[in-house]
């Protein structure tokens, strides 16, 4: 690993996206051609730690993965994509998570993932090492690994290095105890109105906020309709999404969350730091596959110049 410290540690989720491009939404007992079939790394963390190192930051995925083929196409895909792979925690049972995403064209671009989890996968309960952990600037967290991502969020807290999250599964044991640890809280509107009970995105992004006393942001993104956020329980603000012709949203949200640490490390102001999110995600919804349109950062200020 660089002698140099990370600047986004994430030990989280990592995938093999299967991505069936099609017509439109098939029925049920019926054969339908696609158009087309690509494979692309994925997963909430491994995309957004790709995001940071395309904005020009120092990422470092230490999840875990085994000696398998599906492995080592993930650990060389994220190396090949600019992210440090040298922390990654090796266990000869682990597997990366797999998915199979039906992807339909304009005017619908709509997106549908199955999925399968294997017995051991993300982050590893007692690794990596403190030291690692408390030396990054900021620290990435999904819902895969949660006793993992417990420990490192503790420790990352205890010394104030602010911790980021992204969930998306609802009935995963430990989830309320890590949702408590996350000091920035960014999640789609499908998970927030689930989890909260409310009936829309900003009530929901108002609800999460006070679930923790000590939470920096709770923000929840809604896809064209743009994001609502909140940074004191109180006041309700939003960000419009930027007018692009999507393509694909495809890891949308993973590159939000990735463009909005990257604005964090930063020290951009909390409106800068959503805009430039928004923005990055508008502009990976552009291209095809989760990370293939993952912008610079001159593509991401050339857009928010330019609206």
């Known amino acids: 690993m660089s002698s140099l410290p990370p600047d986004v540690l994430g030990l989280g989720s990592a995938t093999i996206d299967d991505i069936l491009y099609i017509d439109h939404f098939p029925q049920v007992d019926t054969k339908q051609q696609a158009q087309r079939a690509e494979r692309f790394g994925g997963g909430l963390t491994a995309t957004a730690l790709v995001a940071v190192a395309r904005l020009g930051k120092r990422a470092v995925f230490a999840g875990r993965m085994g000696r398998d083929d599906a492995s080592r196409w993930v650990v060389d895909d994220l190396a090949r994509d600019g992210v440090d792979v040298s922390a990654v925690v090796y266990d000869e049972a682990a597997r990366p998570i797999q998915a199979w995403i039906m992807v339909e064209p304009p005017p619908h671009s709509t997106r549908t993932i199955l999925y399968t989890v294997p017995d051991i996968h993300g982050a590893h309960p007692s690794l990596p090492d403190a030291d690692l952990i408390c ?42 105890d890590l949702l408590g640890l996350v000091d920035h809280l960014i999640v789609s509107q499908r998970f927030a109105l689930a989890l909260t009970g409310a009936a829309t995105p900003g009530e929901a992004a108002l609800a999460l906020f006070k679930s923790a006393p000590d939470r920096a942001l709770a923000c929840v993104t809604a896809g064209d309709t743009g994001s609502w956020y909140t940074t004191n329980g109180i006041i309700l603000e939003h960000q419009s999404a930027f007018p692009v012709e999507a393509v694909d949203t495809t890891g949308c949200g993973d590159v939000f969350h990735g463009a909005y640490m990257v604005a964090l490390i930063d020290g951009l102001p909390m409106q800068q730091r959503i805009r430039f999110a928004a923005a990055a995600a508008a502009i990976k919804a552009t291209r095809t596959g989760g990370r293939m349109g993952i912008p610079t950062r001159a593509a991401v200020e050339a857009l928010m110049a330019s609206t």
């Open 135 to 176: 030396s990054a600037r900021c620290l990435m967290v999904d819902d895969f690994g949660l006793t993992g991502h417990i420990r490192a969020a503790r420790l990352a807290r205890a010394v104030g290095i602010p911790v980021v999250g992204d969930f998306e599964r609802l009935q995963t044991p430990g989830l309320a």
